[in-house]
């Protein structure tokens, strides 16, 4: 598999995974809140897609240059190693409004 096949499979999974972050955020602060598998759910989320994030980048820095790519990958980063001192009012910032953002850079890319 060449580069620009990785890159759209990458960004296939990433839409994926991006679309069910929006249907369990769908569910509601109220449920994330009362919902003890709605946050680890949106943790794993946030992995998958920072990972994405990571390999996108990696394969084009200049493709994926925008600063929203980076934050993904680090706020993956923060959630796996220090899952210990998670706010779960930022996890659930990161998915119902920072994984929309996300989406629309990658709705812009699959569309170029």
């Known amino acids: 598999m060449n580069d620009p096949d990785r890159i759209a499979c990458w960004l296939a999974d990433l ?33 998958r897609v920072g ?5 996108l980048v990696a394969a084009d820095r200049d493709r994926f240059a925008d600063p929203l790519w980076r934050a993904a990958a680090r706020t993956r980063d923060f959630v ?3 899952d210990d001192r998670i706010d779960t009012d ?3 910032q990161t998915v119902s409004v920072s994984f929309p953002q996300l989406a629309e ?6 569309d170029s």
């Open 51 to 55: 990972d994405l994030a990571k390999r």
């Open 15 to 47: 839409e994926s995974t991006l679309q069910q972050a929006a249907r369990l955020a769908e569910r509601g602060p109220e449920d994330f809140e009362h919902d003890a598998a709605l946050p680890l759910a949106f943790e794993a989320l946030v992995n």
């Open 80 to 82: 796996v190693h220090h």
């Open 105 to 110: 850079l990658v709705r812009a890319q699959r």
């Open 90 to 92: 930022l996890l659930w």
